[in-house]
């Protein structure tokens, strides 16, 4: 028989209780982007962190934040 492959996604977040979870996508994107900063991108925690964003933003709104760290326009902190 084959591994059993355990699927997991972002917990609730008791802090947006609502259906809209916009300001949750943009919580857990930024703190993905601070675990980078401090801890590196290899990271057990930030690895974690990725993919609860991932789980919760649409693609292309991360895709359009990681392009806009890049031209140095990103609305949100700034993570060295």
Do not use: H
């Amino acid at each position: 028989m084959s591994d059993v492959v355990k699927l997991e996604t972002a917990p609730r977040d008791p802090r947006f209780p609502s259906t809209n979870q916009t300001m949750t996508c943009w919580v857990r994107y930024l703190e993905w982007k601070r675990c980078q900063s401090k801890d590196g991108e290899d990271s057990d925690e930030c690895k974690k962190l990725r993919r609860w964003a991932y789980a919760m933003c649409p693609i292309d709104w991360v895709e359009r934040w990681e392009e806009q760290q890049q031209d140095g326009t990103f609305p949100g902190p700034k993570f060295e």
